[in-house]
């Protein structure tokens, strides 16, 4: 993997960008995109890197964020495309389990490969294909250096998770849910850039609460976790960066 | 609607689409798309009518076609960035319900919208929002025309059919359950492209036989359905475009 000079965060929501956005003072680029497109592009400078946060965007009809897997692959396509980065990062709040000793805020970095818990094809060849196993890479002095957690990231594109969800993400060794990084990675892999994930906690899927009221309660806290760990790895990227 | 000059059809796999390629005597274009992507194109002339079919193309590692919503979103992506169609058809092969009179082989086209099936984001406005409920063309001229049965699409990104998955099915209206077109209808949509979804039947979702497994007898019947009805509707689209 060569220096990494400039880095693209993938971030599916508005709520979940706000806080790093203003933390290192990203402004907006204005027609970054096809004006038909709903993406959004933030840039800005750590020292030598630089630093673009793109969103999903919003849909019009529902003044909702383009959530799910769909947009965030067009999204990563359009930011590769534009910006060219040495490093893809997507970062976003996602649920955890109890069991795996998480608590809300914590920060999980992804390890092994990026899987799909929703894509069920069993037919020889597609039932591999369908769970992905998309590579991302390995940034041992990184966690090690910012004492972050590292695990299996699991995606879907529901928020709920039924038994059978729950069954995949087990098959997969996953330890965090979330609904954008494997179509992510998909295009990362695809387009031979290097890829993370880094996940704040929201919610608990061995909860007896349903994630979507524990997402509510707990978003403020994901998102000020995130953006904090956010600023840290950017730093850290930028000092490794001068290092050669 | 601005008359059909050209129509570019989105098609998952290799085995649905080589029928209706041959049939034509579409030409692969080298190059068409970023050398590293996987997506592939054929194009052709029916008279006047510019016809272009894109793949979603392989997966290197498993040598399986590139199925399901993400490569289908990229695919429509650079297939509309490419070739500028004034229609876009999505065509494969789709679960169908013997309870709504389907046979295998049967040609369904989409009407009302095009919906998911498997992105339940139980949040207010995120709900409706991940049903998606993408608008197609209503085309009563070709449809009556062409003797073709019309039905709702509901798009998941298995090819099994979980409980949640048929309620939601079910809850969507829908009697066609397949695996791409509501992704590429979101494309459409977001770049203000006519889209219309045209599927013949490989297997019943109310079966006691495994969808995999009709799926598999059932094929070359649905392919060769799907490559008849396809030559039709490119046919019909060619004398309408005539009419001015």
Redesign the interface.
Known sequence: MKPVKSVLIMIAMRAEAREFIQALGLKQEENAF?E???MMAYSGKVEDLSVVVVLNGI?K????D??????A??AT?VGIQKFNPDLIINAGTAGGFKKADHEIGDAVVSCDTLK?H??????K??D???IGSYPCIDMPDLTKELSLKQGIIST?????C?P?DLEMIEKNGAEIKEMEAA?IA??AW???KPFMAVKTISDFIDSHE?S?EQ??KNLAKATKNLSDTLVKIVHYLNWQGKQG
């Open positions: 096809d038909k497109l709903p849909d009809r529902f003044d909702v383009n959530v799910a897997t769909q947009p692959v067009l396509y799909f929703d894509r069920r094809i069993p037919l060849g597609f591999v294909y369908g879907g594109n529901s928020l709920d039924t059978t179509g998909w295009v695809t387009l031979e349903p979507e997402f509510i």
